[in-house]
């Protein structure tokens, strides 16, 4: 069993700062990729930025240049501190954990999700 908790969302006004983080808890063999992915109302699931194992990263278009994403593997958290945050990066906020269990297999865990709002 994998459990993601996160943390970190909330209500701040345009231009402001958040730091969402994800820790991720259980029995596997390792984790890969991790990252974030956001969905608004009415609006599909979109990526947000990923980061693998080594650290290589990527971003959506709209991330790009105010998102930060970062992991501690040693923790196997995952993090993402956006700052500059516009009324549009209103949405729920997904962690994703990418893991390889003892029995070899891959699967993908998904957060409880949190709410982040960009309002004046």
């Known amino acids: 069993q994998v459990h993601l908790v996160e943390s970190g969302g909330g209500l701040v006004q345009p231009g402001g700062s958040l730091r969402l983080s994800c820790a991720a808890s259980?029995?596997?063999?390792?984790?890969?990729?991790m990252g974030w992915y956001r969905q608004a109302p009415g609006k599909e699931r979109e990526l947000v930025a990923t980061i693998t194992t080594g650290g290589r990263t990527n971003y959506a278009d709209s991330a790009k240049g105010r998102f930060t994403i970062s992991r501690d593997n040693a923790k196997n958290t995952v993090s993402v501190q956006m700052n500059s945050l516009k009324p549009e990066d209103t949405a729920v906020y997904y962690c994703y954990v990418a893991l390889t269990t003892y029995s070899s297999g891959n699967y993908v865990y998904w957060g409880q999700g949190t709410q982040v709002t960009v309002s004046s």
């Open positions: 259980g029995m596997f063999f390792r984790i890969n990729d």
